[in-house]
C-alpha cells in the first residue's frame, strides 16, 4: 500500500497541497530542552553514544512542533572515529581529530566493514526512534559525504576554505583518492546499518561540496554520492535517499540522474524560482529558507516562506532551511515558519 507519510510521498514525487516540512538540525542548542539533556549527558560525545538520550534530543522538536520527519541526532565524524581516528570536541571551538595527510596514516585506519561494532549505540537509537515516533512521522538516517567527511580528517578540524584537503588532493592523489573511497565504502557500511535498524529515509551532507571546482566537483563530490547512492539501492530498493551538495550552485540542475538520489536539497544560495525549472523536473526537491530568518524572524520569514512554498507548489517538495539551524535562533520564529507554510 502507498504511504501515508507526507515526507515518503513527496520523496515518491506526488505533489502535495501541503508540503512536509522538517528542519536540519532541529534537535540541537536552540531549543532549551535540548540544553538540558546535553548536560545531563555530560559531553557531546556522550549524547551521541547514548541512545536514550540521543532518542530524547531527536524526540524533542517532534514534540515541540510536530514535524513532518525526525532526523536521527548524531554526527558525521562518529565515521571517522569507528574508522580509528581520534576524535574529541573544544568547547566553543567544534571538533577536533588526528589528521591523516600520509600512506601510513590511511593504512592505519581500520577497514571500512569493521565500523559497525564502533557504531552500535547510533543503531540503538535508531530502533528506539522507529518504536517511539509517532506513526505519521518519517525517520531519516544520515551520513557526511565523503569529501566533507575527508576535509576533516586531512585538517584535524573545520577550516574555512578546506585548504589541507585541496592540498593533499594536490600533492598527494593517491592518499586523497585512498581516503575517499574508504570513506565511501564505510558510508554505505553505516547507511545500510541504519536502514536495517529502521531508518525510512537516509541523507547525504556534502557541507563543503561548493569549494570543489570543474572536474574535482564531478570527481569527489557527486561520484562518491553516487557509488553510495547504487550501493544502497541495491540493498535497500524501496528506501528514498537525499542528497545534499551544498554549495553546488549551477551544478545543481541534473543531479537527480547524475546521483540516482530521489530528491536534491537545496541551500538558500539558488533560489527557489530557478530551483523549480532547473532542478525540480528531475524529482523531488528539498529546502530552501535561509536559516538567517530564524533569527531575525516577522515579515521577511512569512513572504519568504511563502514565495518557496508557491514556487515548488507544481512538484514534489520537503520544506526546509537552506542549512542548519542556528544556536541562536528563537525558537518562536520556528513556529511561525511552520505554521505559514501550513497555512495557519
Same mark, same amino acid.
Given at each position: 500500500?502507498?504511504?501515508?507519510?507526507?515526507?515518503?510521498?513527496?520523496?515518491?514525487?506526488?505533489?502535495?497541497?501541503?508540503?512536509?516540512?522538517?528542519?536540519?538540525?532541529?534537535?540541537?542548542?536552540?531549543?532549551?530542552?535540548?540544553?538540558?539533556?546535553?548536560?545531563?549527558?555530560?559531553?557531546?560525545?556522550?549524547?551521541?553514544?547514548?541512545?536514550?538520550?540521543?532518542?530524547?534530543?531527536?524526540?524533542?522538536?517532534?514534540?515541540?512542533?510536530?514535524?513532518?520527519?525526525?532526523?536521527?541526532?548524531?554526527?558525521?565524524?562518529?565515521?571517522?572515529?569507528?574508522?580509528?581516528?581520534?576524535?574529541?570536541?573544544?568547547?566553543?571551538?567544534?571538533?577536533?581529530?588526528?589528521?591523516?595527510?600520509?600512506?601510513?596514516?590511511?593504512?592505519?585506519?581500520?577497514?571500512?566493514?569493521?565500523?559497525?561494532?564502533?557504531?552500535?549505540?547510533?543503531?540503538?537509537?535508531?530502533?528506539?526512534?522507529?518504536?517511539?515516533?509517532?506513526?505519521?512521522?518519517?525517520?531519516?538516517?544520515?551520513?557526511?559525504?565523503?569529501?566533507?567527511?575527508?576535509?576533516?580528517?586531512?585538517?584535524?578540524?573545520?577550516?574555512?576554505?578546506?585548504?589541507?584537503?585541496?592540498?593533499?588532493?594536490?600533492?598527494?592523489?593517491?592518499?586523497?583518492?585512498?581516503?575517499?573511497?574508504?570513506?565511501?565504502?564505510?558510508?554505505?557500511?553505516?547507511?545500510? !546499518?541504519?536502514? +536495517? $535498524?529502521? /531508518?525510512?529515509?537516509?541523507?547525504? &551532507?556534502?557541507?563543503?561540496? *561548493?569549494?570543489?571546482?570543474?572536474? %574535482?566537483?564531478?570527481?569527489?563530490?557527486?561520484?562518491?554520492?553516487?557509488?553510495?547512492?547504487?550501493?544502497?539501492?541495491?540493498?535497500?530498493?524501496?528506501?528514498?535517499?537525499?542528497?545534499?551538495?551544498?554549495?553546488?550552485?549551477?551544478?545543481?540542475?541534473?543531479?537527480?540522474?547524475?546521483?540516482?538520489?530521489?530528491?536534491?536539497?537545496?541551500?538558500?544560495?539558488?533560489?527557489?524560482?530557478?530551483?523549480?525549472?532547473?532542478?525540480?523536473?528531475?524529482?523531488?526537491?528539498?529546502?530552501?529558507?535561509?536559516?538567517?530568518?530564524?533569527?531575525?524572524?516577522?515579515?521577511?520569514?512569512?513572504?519568504?516562506?511563502? !514565495?518557496?512554498? +508557491? $514556487?515548488? /507548489?507544481?512538484?514534489?517538495?520537503? &520544506?526546509?532551511?537552506?542549512? *542548519?539551524?542556528?544556536?541562536?535562533? %528563537?525558537?518562536?520564529?520556528?513556529?511561525?515558519?511552520?505554521?505559514?507554510?501550513?497555512?495557519?
Amino acid at each position: 500500500m502507498p504511504s501515508q507519510k507526507t515526507i515518503l510521498r513527496a520523496l515518491a514525487g506526488e505533489i502535495l497541497p501541503t508540503p512536509p516540512i522538517w528542519m536540519m538540525r532541529q534537535a540541537g542548542r536552540y531549543l532549551p530542552e535540548y540544553k538540558a539533556t546535553r548536560a545531563q549527558a555530560g559531553d557531546f560525545l556522550s549524547l551521541c553514544y547514548n541512545p536514550d538520550l540521543a532518542a530524547e534530543v531527536t524526540l524533542q522538536p517532534i514534540r515541540r512542533y510536530g514535524f513532518d520527519a525526525a532526523i536521527l541526532f548524531a554526527d558525521i565524524l562518529l565515521l571517522p572515529q569507528a574508522l580509528g581516528a581520534d576524535l574529541w570536541f573544544v568547547t566553543g571551538e567544534g571538533p577536533r581529530l588526528s589528521t591523516i595527510t600520509t600512506q601510513s596514516g590511511l593504512d592505519g585506519l581500520k577497514p571500512a566493514d569493521s565500523v559497525n561494532e564502533h557504531l552500535s549505540p547510533i543503531y540503538e537509537t535508531v530502533r528506539i526512534l522507529a518504536r517511539e515516533l509517532p506513526h505519521e512521522t518519517t525517520l531519516i538516517g544520515f551520513a557526511g559525504s565523503p569529501w566533507t567527511v575527508a576535509t576533516y580528517m586531512i585538517a584535524g578540524k573545520g577550516t574555512p576554505d578546506q585548504g589541507p584537503a585541496h592540498a593533499l588532493k594536490t600533492e598527494n592523489r593517491v592518499v586523497f583518492d585512498g581516503l575517499i573511497d574508504l570513506i565511501t565504502e564505510a558510508t554505505i557500511v553505516y547507511l545500510s !546499518a541504519q536502514i +536495517e $535498524a529502521g /531508518a525510512e529515509v537516509v541523507k547525504l &551532507f556534502d557541507s563543503w561540496a *561548493g569549494s570543489l571546482e570543474g572536474e %574535482d566537483f564531478q570527481r569527489y563530490s557527486i561520484e562518491p554520492m553516487r557509488r553510495i547512492t547504487a550501493a544502497l539501492k541495491t540493498a535497500h530498493p524501496t528506501t528514498p535517499i537525499i542528497a545534499f551538495p551544498r554549495g553546488a550552485g549551477a551544478h545543481y540542475s541534473g543531479l537527480h540522474a547524475a546521483i540516482g538520489a530521489d530528491c536534491i536539497a537545496l541551500d538558500d544560495g539558488v533560489k527557489a524560482e530557478w530551483a523549480a525549472k532547473e532542478v525540480q523536473t528531475g524529482g523531488c526537491v528539498q529546502g530552501n529558507l535561509a536559516s538567517s530568518h530564524m533569527v531575525s524572524g516577522g515579515d521577511a520569514l512569512v513572504s519568504e516562506t511563502r !514565495a518557496i512554498v +508557491e $514556487a515548488f /507548489a507544481g512538484g514534489g517538495h520537503i &520544506f526546509n532551511l537552506g542549512h *542548519g539551524i542556528t544556536p541562536d535562533a %528563537d525558537p518562536e520564529n520556528v513556529q511561525l515558519m511552520i505554521d505559514t507554510v501550513r497555512g495557519k
